[in-house]
T-cell receptor, first 113, second 110 residues
């Protein structure tokens, strides 16, 4: 089954404790991205990757890191989480950057206290 | 001005009615347009792409007005299961980013 898998689904952590949210897709997609979704603001792109070893900042990259060492995986790293990073996070992948359907993971609800 | 704007709603509509909502975008160079559906606390899923000539998929019709820079979604004979948030998405510019609207919440009532 074609899918994007994110883990964990829910996470409560404390300020400053490094965490990683994993994302994996099994569709051999080139393009992957991370979004955060906050009430009234819609989906905002954090980082995206056009292919292996090619990543770039989205609209809200501060406080986040990513890597793309393999085509299928695109982890999101919060080196020192802060309460303003409390949000719902989605990983998405698509075959190419343009004109193609984006498939989303089920989301990670992160709370930083 | 936001790059992609939607009326947040909620639109409260009786079952069987027709409902329409619009989405405006600011980048005239935008090339691709989509409607996604998002159920509460779940991931967005593609509802339909929007083509220049307009397109229909069952009870759903999407249209693009490039001159006025908006896209629309029309739902006919609405069902209870249509209750969701509808996200407008525009792709354009040199970095291929998808720009998402904040969504329009639709509630279909029996």
């Amino acid at each position: 089954e074609a899918q994007v898998t994110q883990n964990p689904r829910y996470l409560i952590t404390v300020t400053g404790k490094k965490l990683t949210v994993t994302c994996s897709q099994n569709m051999n997609h080139e393009y992957m991205s991370w979004y955060r979704q906050d009430p009234g603001l819609g989906l905002r792109q954090i980082y995206y990757s056009m292919n292996v070893e090619v990543t770039d900042k989205g609209d809200v990259p501060e406080g986040y890191k990513v890597s793309r060492k393999e085509k299928r995986n695109f982890p999101l790293i919060l080196e020192s989480p802060s309460p303003n990073q409390t949000s719902l996070y989605f990983c998405a992948s698509s075959a190419t950057a343009m004109n193609t359907e984006a498939f989303f993971g089920q989301g990670t609800r992160l709370t930083v206290v | 001005r936001k790059e992609v704007e939607q009326d947040p709603g909620p639109f409260n509509v009786p079952e069987g009615a027709t409902v329409a909502f619009n989405c405006t975008y600011s980048n005239s160079a935008s090339q691709s347009f989509f409607w996604y559906r998002q159920d509460c606390r779940k991931e967005p899923k593609l509802l339909m792409s929007v083509y220049s000539s307009g397109n229909e998929d069952g009870r759903f019709t999407a249209q693009l007005n490039r001159a006025s820079q908006y896209i629309s979604l029309l739902i006919r004979d609405s069902k209870l299961s249509d209750s969701a948030t509808y996200l407008c998405v525009v792709n354009g510019g040199s970095n291929y980013q998808l720009i998402w609207g904040a969504g329009t919440k639709l509630i279909i009532k029996p």
